[in-house]
C-alpha cells in the first residue's frame, strides 16, 4: 500500500513536471531558431524554465515579434507602392560620395533596405518648447487646404491638446480631409474621452493604431506599439520628433519627474513626401475596412479604398537649399533592425565625438562595447539622460551600466530640468539621427519607430547648441563618487540589468 501510494504521489508529481519540461523544451527550441540576440534568448530560456505556468504565458503574449502575419507580408509593399506613386523611391540624383565615409555607403545600405533614398531639397526648423511646438501644429493645421493626417503613440486631450483638436475640427468643417492614428495603448485617456466621437461626427477619421485585445494577443504581442509621431499637411509640411500630442503642464504630472522636455522638426520638401509614405501604410494596414489588399496595393483605379492622402503632385515646390535627409522606419514589421545596425555602426565609426541624449538609456552589449571602444580610442562621448524616468525598474536597469561606462572614460549627464525626452544622436560633425527611438531594445527591436537621418553640418551645429542647454542643466557623474553608492542599489541595478533584454 506504501509503495502504491509513493507510486501515485511520483505519478502525480511528474505530469506537470513532464509537461512544464516538455512545454519548456519546445518554445526554447523555437527560441533557439529564431536566431534571437544571445542574452535576449537565454532570458526567456530562464524564464520559461523557472516560471512553470506564467514562463510559457507571458512568452506566448510577450515574447513573439509578431504583429500578425497579414501586417507583416504586406507591409513592405504597401510601402514600396507609396514610395513609387510619390517617386520617392528613385535616388534623385544625390552624390553619396559627398557623404564622409562610411556613412556614405551605410546611407547606400539603408535606401536598398528600406526603400528610402537620401533627398536633398528639404528645409527644417527645430522647435523646442511644447508650447512653441502646438502653436506651430495648430497653424500649419488651420492653413490645411487639402489633407490633414496625424500619428501619435500618445494623444492626451486636456490643456493645449484641446486647440490641436479644436482645428482638426476646423480643418474637416472646411472640407480637409483629415485622419487620426493613435496607439491603442499610449492613447487611451483618447480613445476613452468624448473627442473621437466628436472627431467623427465632423468627418474626421480616427483609428486605433494596434488595438489591444485579449483574443488578438493570441495572434499577435499585446505590447508591440507605435511609438511614431508625426503631422502631415497638405503634403507640404510634416513634423516628426520626440513630442507626444500632450500638455507637459499637465501630463503625469503626479508622477514626480518634473515636466516633460521634447523636440520636434518642421520639414518641408522631398522628406514630407517620405513621411507620407509611412504615414498611408500605416493608416492602411490598421484600418479594418481594408480587406482587398491586392486590390488597394495593384490598382490605381481603387483610390477610394486608399487613406486620406492624394497621388496628385504636391503643391508645394520643393525648397531650393540642400540640405540631405533620410528616413528610416523601424520595427518589427521590417525585415531587419536596420535602426540598430545603423547606430552601432556610427558609434564604431566615429572619430572625434558621440553625443547621445536619451530618456530611456538601456543598451544591450553590443552599443556598450561600441561606446566604451570610441571613448578608449580618444573619441569624446557623451550621454544625456534625465535624473528621474517614469519607471523606476528602467531608472535601475540603465544605471547598471554607468560603472562600466564611466570606466572606459564616457561621461555622464543627469538633466535636472525635468524628464527629457528627447532623442537624438550626433556622431563627429555631420551625422545626426533624430526621432522617435530610445536608447533600448525595446526602441531597436520591438516598437514602430520613426527616425531622420540628417546628413548636414548646420542641423549637427543646430542640435549642439541646444543639447548644450541640456547639458547646462545636468549634473554630471563622478565617477569615484558613483563607485559608493548604496549596495543596495547595486543589487536593484544587478536584478533588473537581467531584464533589460526583456524590457
Given at each position: 500500500m506504501r509503495n502504491c501510494g509513493g507510486a501515485d504521489l511520483i505519478s502525480s508529481i511528474s505530469a506537470p513536471l513532464l509537461i512544464h519540461v516538455g512545454l519548456a523544451f519546445a518554445l526554447s527550441?523555437?527560441?533557439?531558431?529564431?536566431?534571437?540576440?544571445?542574452?535576449?534568448?537565454?532570458?526567456?530560456?530562464?524564464?520559461?524554465?523557472?516560471?512553470?505556468?506564467?514562463?510559457?504565458?507571458?512568452?506566448?503574449?510577450?515574447?513573439?515579434?509578431?504583429?500578425?502575419?497579414?501586417?507583416?507580408?504586406?507591409?513592405?509593399?504597401?510601402?514600396?507602392?507609396?514610395?513609387?506613386?510619390?517617386?520617392?523611391?528613385?535616388?534623385?540624383?544625390?552624390?553619396?560620395?559627398?557623404?564622409?565615409e562610411p556613412f556614405g555607403a551605410l546611407a547606400g545600405s539603408i535606401a536598398r533596405e528600406s526603400g528610402f533614398p537620401v533627398l536633398a531639397r528639404n528645409a527644417y526648423t527645430i522647435l523646442t518648447d511644447a508650447g512653441e511646438i502646438l502653436e506651430s501644429m495648430g497653424r500649419d493645421i488651420d492653413r490645411a487646404q487639402s489633407d490633414c493626417c496625424l500619428e501619435f503613440y500618445i494623444i492626451d486631450p486636456s490643456g493645449r491638446v484641446e486647440a490641436i483638436l479644436d482645428a482638426v475640427l476646423r480643418a474637416a468643417s472646411r472640407g480637409v480631409s483629415c485622419t487620426i492614428l493613435a496607439d491603442?495603448?499610449?492613447?487611451?485617456?483618447?480613445?476613452?474621452?468624448?473627442?473621437?466621437?466628436?472627431?467623427?461626427?465632423?468627418g474626421v477619421n480616427v483609428i486605433h493604431s494596434l488595438p489591444v485585445a485579449v483574443i488578438k494577443s493570441f495572434s499577435k504581442r499585446s505590447d508591440l506599439r507605435n511609438h511614431r509621431k508625426l503631422l502631415i499637411c497638405d503634403r507640404s509640411v510634416a513634423y516628426t520628433g520626440s513630442f507626444n500630442l500632450v500638455d507637459p503642464h499637465l501630463f503625469k504630472s503626479g508622477s514626480h519627474v518634473g515636466e516633460w522636455i521634447d523636440l520636434m522638426m518642421r520639414v518641408e520638401g522631398q522628406m514630407v513626401d517620405a513621411i507620407a509614405c509611412v504615414f498611408?501604410?500605416?493608416?492602411?494596414?490598421?484600418?479594418?475596412?481594408?480587406?482587398?489588399?491586392?486590390?488597394?496595393?495593384?490598382?490605381?483605379?481603387?483610390?477610394?479604398?486608399?487613406?486620406?492622402?492624394?497621388?496628385?503632385?504636391?503643391?508645394?515646390?520643393?525648397?531650393?537649399?540642400?540640405?540631405?535627409?533620410?528616413?528610416?522606419?523601424?520595427?518589427?514589421?521590417?525585415?531587419?533592425?536596420?535602426?540598430?545596425?545603423?547606430?552601432?555602426?556610427?558609434?564604431?565609426?566615429?572619430?572625434?565625438?558621440?553625443?547621445?541624449?536619451?530618456?530611456?538609456?538601456?543598451?544591450?552589449?553590443?552599443?556598450?562595447?561600441?561606446?566604451?571602444?570610441?571613448?578608449?580610442?580618444?573619441?569624446?562621448?557623451?550621454?544625456?539622460?534625465?535624473?528621474?524616468?517614469?519607471?523606476?525598474?528602467?531608472?535601475?536597469?540603465?544605471?547598471?551600466?554607468?560603472?562600466?561606462?564611466?570606466g572606459a572614460g564616457v561621461a555622464i549627464g543627469r538633466f535636472t530640468g525635468g524628464l527629457l525626452h528627447a532623442k537624438a544622436v550626433l556622431i563627429d560633425e555631420g551625422v545626426t539621427l533624430f526621432g522617435t527611438v530610445n536608447m533600448d531594445m525595446r526602441s531597436f527591436y520591438l516598437n514602430l519607430e520613426l527616425s531622420l537621418i540628417l546628413y548636414d553640418r548646420q542641423i549637427s551645429a543646430d542640435l549642439d547648441t541646444i543639447i548644450d542647454t541640456y547639458a547646462a542643466r545636468s549634473t554630471m557623474i563622478d565617477k569615484a563618487a558613483w563607485s559608493t553608492r548604496p549596495r543596495t542599489q547595486r543589487f536593484l541595478e544587478n536584478l533588473l540589468r537581467l531584464a533589460g533584454p526583456l524590457l
Open positions: 527550441l523555437r527560441i533557439l531558431y529564431r536566431k534571437l540576440q544571445v542574452n535576449t534568448a537565454l532570458a526567456w530560456i530562464v524564464v520559461l524554465i523557472a516560471m512553470p505556468i506564467a514562463g510559457p504565458v507571458l512568452y506566448g503574449l510577450f515574447g513573439a515579434h509578431s504583429l500578425g502575419q497579414r501586417r507583416l507580408k504586406i507591409g513592405q509593399r504597401i510601402r514600396r507602392y507609396y514610395q513609387k506613386a510619390y517617386a520617392v523611391a528613385r535616388a534623385d540624383g544625390v552624390d553619396l560620395a559627398g557623404i564622409a491603442d495603448y499610449g492613447s487611451k485617456p483618447f480613445f476613452r474621452s468624448v473627442w473621437p466621437a466628436r472627431l467623427r461626427a465632423a498611408n501604410a500605416d493608416a492602411l494596414l490598421d484600418t479594418p475596412e481594408s480587406k482587398d489588399w491586392r486590390t488597394v496595393i495593384g490598382n490605381r483605379a481603387q483610390d477610394r479604398d486608399l487613406p486620406a492622402l492624394p497621388f496628385d503632385a504636391r503643391k508645394a515646390a520643393s525648397p531650393d537649399s540642400r540640405i540631405l535627409m533620410q528616413l528610416l522606419p523601424s520595427g518589427p514589421e521590417m525585415a531587419d533592425a536596420t535602426i540598430f545596425e545603423f547606430i552601432v555602426a556610427a558609434i564604431f565609426n566615429a572619430r572625434r565625438r558621440v553625443r547621445i541624449v536619451t530618456p530611456y538609456f538601456i543598451p544591450d552589449q553590443a552599443v556598450l562595447l561600441a561606446l566604451k571602444s570610441a571613448a578608449k580610442r580618444g573619441v569624446a562621448v557623451e550621454i544625456i539622460v534625465p535624473e528621474k524616468v517614469d519607471t523606476r525598474i528602467g531608472q535601475y536597469a540603465s544605471e547598471a551600466s554607468y560603472e562600466e561606462l564611466l
